[in-house]
């Protein structure tokens, strides 16, 4: 576990990683230090999903952080692959977003506040009055009015690029050109799962959005928290998709940022969960069970030479810090994408896709399952209401800390579900990171 230099240690005291300070959910300074320090440099954040701009000119409009940036598709020189930019969404002008739809198609990027054009890969191409305005003075000689100053450069006036990875049809970007690999910063263990997911062209199958008054942080725990599935949803302990006795690994990278939460489901319920988790509901039943209908998929089983994959997953719960999770629950997949609106606020957004090789029946099954994700689902829906109920309570006492303690105070990965350990290893990190 690190120290911080007790100079250093104002913000958290000198209790262990394990308690944290609340106010590290509501503190206005402090969260704009995790924006550029976490968001803006040095980390990969999820962007969206090649998918989702199919054609030549599609554009997605997303966020990093607080900073709006666009996704854009532009045809790859002859006989190379397409290009992908990310850009910030910030005329270079006098700063207009100047992408206001979610999703388009376009040529090029006109700002509409005083016409400023951009091509799609974020060349500034032109601008209105550049050369002045001809007019006619007192004398009667044609003049210039106005006009930009002769040494003005439109190369010098572009829109900000951002470095952008792409793997798997998955499309990270980041501000911090020096940042490493997308592939060194996930780790050969976390980028196992990664590659298991996003195996084979995907399609997509739909968005959620939701706004969630809570801390971005708690969204991360929340999927760093393996303790919590099998008490809080009465689904996923009745139903059997996950509890607490079920064969699990808990799995982080080298850094303990990112981390993968694996687990199978198993029927059976043990004497033990019956008798003590009381969110188990013997006698609920589904009126429709197709919502359960689950067909195990061949890629499951992880196939890999760098991870050695104890069980065949039923579940795996990725958490790529600082902004991305990236679900599987039986044959549902999401990638739900944090962005932080403050210190007390973000926005939750959902992409449910599947494979462009699915069936339609897959596809439907899919999408049936997925009634247990997304804002109102089954299961989801729980989440976001618990991590309000946490921000609340640390908003009224900043003083009062958490205590993370579940299977101790080590930060290591496991072999069970029933531990706290990737949250103490995200905390570890970020003190490091934030030197606090
Ligand atoms: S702010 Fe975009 S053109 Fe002026
Ligand atoms: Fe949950």
């Known amino acids: 576990m ?32 995790e924006l550029d320090a976490l968001f803006y440099k040095g980390h990969w954040c999820y962007v ?7 054609k030549m000119g599609d554009f997605k409009r997303s966020k990093i952080g607080e900073r709006s940036v666009v996704m854009v598709r532009e045809r790859g020189r002859p006989g190379q692959p397409d290009c992908i930019h990310v850009l910030e969404n910030r005329c270079a002008h006098r700063g207009v977003q100047f992408v206001r739809e979610r999703s388009g198609n376009a040529r ?3 700002c509409p506040y005083h016409q400023w054009t951009y091509k799609l890969n974020g060349d500034l191409v032109g601008l209105t009055f550049r050369q002045g305005v001809d007019a006619v003075d007192a004398c009667g000689e044609k003049i210039k009015q106005g006009g930009m100053p002769e040494d003005f450069q439109l190369c010098d006036h572009g829109l900000t690029k951002l470095k952008v990875a792409r793997r798997g049809g998955v499309v990270f970007a980041s501000f911090d050109q020096d940042i490493v690999p997308f592939e060194d910063y996930l780790g050969a263990d976390v980028l196992a799962y990664f590659d298991r997911i996003f195996h084979k062209p995907l399609k997509l199958l739909g968005i959620n959005r939701q706004r969630i008054p809570a801390n971005w942080k708690l969204m991360q725990e929340n999927i760093k928290d393996p303790y919590h599935p099998g008490l809080l949803h009465t689904w996923f302990v009745t139903f059997g998709l996950w509890r607490a006795d079920q064969k699990s690994q808990m799995i982080m990278d080298a850094h303990h940022r990112h981390a993968v939460m694996v687990s199978r489901r198993n029927d059976a319920v043990t004497a033990n969960i019956a008798a003590n988790v009381t969110s188990f509901r013997e006698n609920m039943k589904l009126h429709d069970d197709r919502v359960l209908d689950v067909v195990p998929e061949s890629w499951w089983k992880l196939d ?43 926005d939750f957004v959902w992409t449910h896709f599947g494979f462009e090789d699915d069936t339609e029946e897959m596809t439907r099954r899919r999408l049936r399952q997925s009634n247990l994700f ?12 618990v991590i309000e109920f946490v921000q609340q309570a640390y908003k009224a006492n900043g003083a009062a800390r958490t205590v993370s303690e579940m299977d101790g105070t080590a ?3 496991t072999d069970h579900n029933v531990t706290e350990t990737l949250i103490r290893g995200m905390y570890e990190y970020w003190r490091k990171t934030l030197s606090l």
Not at 312 to 320: A, D, E, F
Not at 374 to 385: K, L, Q
């Open 304 to 346: 890999c030479p760098v991870q050695k994959a104890e069980i065949t997953p039923t579940v795996t719960m990725m958490t790529l810090f600082p902004s991305l999770i990236i679900q599987q629950q039986v044959n549902s997949l999401s990638t739900r994408h944090i962005q932080p609106v403050s210190e007390g606020v973000f």
């Open 2 to 33: 690190s120290v911080a230099a007790p100079e250093q240690n104002m913000f958290w005291g000198n209790a262990p990683t394990s308690r944290a300070p609340g106010r590290i959910y509501t503190d206005k300074e402090l969260y704009q230090r």
């Open 411 to 413: 930060v290591k990965n």
């Open 108 to 110: 090029s990027f006109v």
């Open 374 to 385: 997304g804002p109102a689902g089954f299961v989801s829906a729980d989440d976001g209401e």
């Open 48 to 54: 969206g999903l090649e998918c989702e701009i199919p």
